[in-house]
């Protein structure tokens, strides 16, 4: 299935793009079943898989709407103190400081694979994930979303979506009807959902070959999901201003989710809304002699753009090669 924001039939973007951006997608609303969960609006073609019984619902239904209040108050508050240039040099004590407490916070979730998705996936540039999802790297609930799917081994077509995109956001209205993150579209199944908790339920009792979700993940967004995005600023929350165009073809990254350094470039590819393939290589991931041939060593985080044949595996290049290959002025 083409991806969403590929999509043939994509009317013209309401805001015109900046001097050498492509101009926003926007993909034909696919028919939806509405149903009400957890206080919020699910959308579903196929019906997700109920919860378990026992699963903590009301519990983690609560904590989502109060970490989203949190939120609301908190994000606007990021933008001011976080604000910034993001493709300047950077402190690196700070940098590493911040991310790595950002990671001690999220301790034990989206470090090591608990349970094989029994994706027979071979990660190369050609391959296309079926998952997609819509999200953006400061976000709490996007944050669960991938620790799942390092959990499961899964890898998924991330469209990175800051304040301030303008393509990616346009997709999720038209997919959706409204702007909230994560978003999640399984084209293997034709299930589309919003709400992380949700999300994270389907991907284990479609992929998780009977595991659950490890202990305290659905709950924790509420304890420590908001730490990385209050001590990272900001970071990978708003669009840069001097993104420039998109590549034909998709950038791949190999990460785990609570890799201090990973954490980096995903909010580089996240401030400049570049679509990405985001192979999760947790420990104990099926995928990590493939990272070994690619990279030459199984480290994280491993950049390989085939748009211009760039690899690399030091943040630090990765960064200043991010923000000067895909700035306006390139
Ligand atoms: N209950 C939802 C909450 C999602 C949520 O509040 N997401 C925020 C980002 S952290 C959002 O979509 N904000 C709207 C925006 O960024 O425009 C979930 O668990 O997925």
């Given at each position: 299935?083409?991806?969403?924001?590929?999509?043939?039939?994509?009317?013209?973007?309401?805001?015109?793009?900046?001097?050498?951006?492509?101009?926003?997608?926007?993909?034909?609303?696919?028919?939806?079943?509405?149903?009400?969960?957890?206080?919020?609006?699910?959308?579903?073609?196929?019906?997700?898989?109920?919860?378990?019984?026992?699963e903590?619902?009301?519990?983690?239904?609560?904590?989502?709407?109060?970490?989203?209040?949190?939120?609301?108050?908190?994000?606007?508050?990021?933008?001011?103190?976080?604000?910034?240039?993001?493709?300047?040099?950077?402190?690196?004590?700070?940098?590493?400081?911040?991310?790595?407490?950002?990671?001690?916070?999220?301790l034990?979730?989206?470090?090591?694979?608990?349970?094989?998705?029994?994706?027979?996936?071979?990660?190369?540039?050609?391959?296309?994930?079926?998952?997609?999802?819509?999200?953006?790297?400061?976000?709490?609930?996007?944050?669960?979303?991938?620790?799942?799917?390092t959990?499961?081994?899964?890898?998924?077509?991330?469209?990175?979506?800051?304040?301030?995109?303008?393509?990616?956001?346009?997709?999720?209205?038209?997919?959706?009807?409204?702007?909230?993150?994560?978003?999640?579209?399984?084209?293997?199944?034709?299930?589309?959902?919003?709400?992380?908790?949700?999300?994270?339920k389907?991907?284990?009792?479609?992929?998780g070959?009977?595991?659950?979700?490890?202990?305290?993940?659905?709950?924790?967004?509420?304890?420590?999901?908001?730490?990385?995005?209050?001590?990272?600023?900001?970071?990978?929350?708003?669009?840069?201003?001097?993104?420039?165009?998109?590549?034909?073809?998709?950038?791949?990254?190999?990460?785990?989710?609570?890799n201090?350094?990973?954490?980096?470039?995903r909010?580089?590819?996240?401030?400049?809304?570049?679509?990405?393939?985001?192979?999760?290589?947790?420990?104990?991931?099926?995928?990590?002699?493939?990272?070994?041939?690619?990279?030459?060593?199984?480290?994280?985080?491993?950049?390989?753009?085939?748009?211009?044949?760039?690899?690399?595996?030091?943040?630090k290049?990765?960064?200043?090669?991010?923000?000067?290959?895909?700035?306006?002025?390139s």
């Open positions: 299935m083409l991806p969403l924001a590929h999509h043939p039939h994509l009317r013209p973007a309401s805001r015109p793009p900046p001097p050498g951006r492509s101009p926003p997608a926007r993909a034909a609303r696919p028919r939806l079943l509405r149903r009400r969960s957890s206080g919020a609006l699910t959308l579903t073609r196929a019906q997700p898989p109920r919860a378990e019984a026992g903590t619902e009301t519990s983690a239904a609560a904590a989502t709407s109060s970490s989203s209040s949190v939120l609301s108050f908190l994000c606007p508050l990021l933008k001011f103190f976080g604000g910034g240039d993001p493709s300047q040099k950077r402190n690196d004590i700070v940098e590493v400081a911040t991310s790595s407490l950002s990671s001690l916070a999220r034990p979730w989206g470090s090591s694979v608990a349970a094989s998705s029994g994706e027979n996936v071979s990660p190369t540039t050609t391959t296309a994930p079926a998952l997609q999802l819509y999200e953006f790297e400061a976000c709490p609930f996007c944050r669960r979303v991938r620790e799942a799917m959990e499961l081994d899964l890898s998924a077509e991330v469209y990175p979506c800051p304040k301030g995109s303008l393509r990616h956001r346009d997709v999720v209205r038209n997919i959706g009807g409204k702007e909230q993150f994560p978003l999640l579209v399984d084209a293997s199944t034709g299930v589309t959902m919003y709400e992380s908790g949700d999300i994270v389907y991907l284990f009792k479609q992929y070959q009977g595991k659950s979700p490890s202990f305290g993940l659905l709950e924790s967004t509420i304890f420590t999901g908001w730490v990385p995005t209050l001590l990272r600023a900001g970071r990978g929350m708003t669009m840069w201003s001097k993104a420039g165009a998109v590549p034909a073809e998709k950038l791949e990254l190999f990460s785990v989710e609570n201090t350094y990973a954490r980096f470039v909010e580089a590819l996240c401030e400049l809304e570049l679509p990405y393939v985001l192979q999760n290589v947790g420990e104990g991931s099926s995928k990590m002699d493939s990272l070994l041939s690619i990279a030459g060593a199984k480290q994280v985080p491993y950049l390989v753009d085939p748009n211009t044949g760039f690899q690399s595996g030091d943040h290049k990765i960064l200043s090669y991010l923000f000067q290959q895909y700035s306006i002025s």
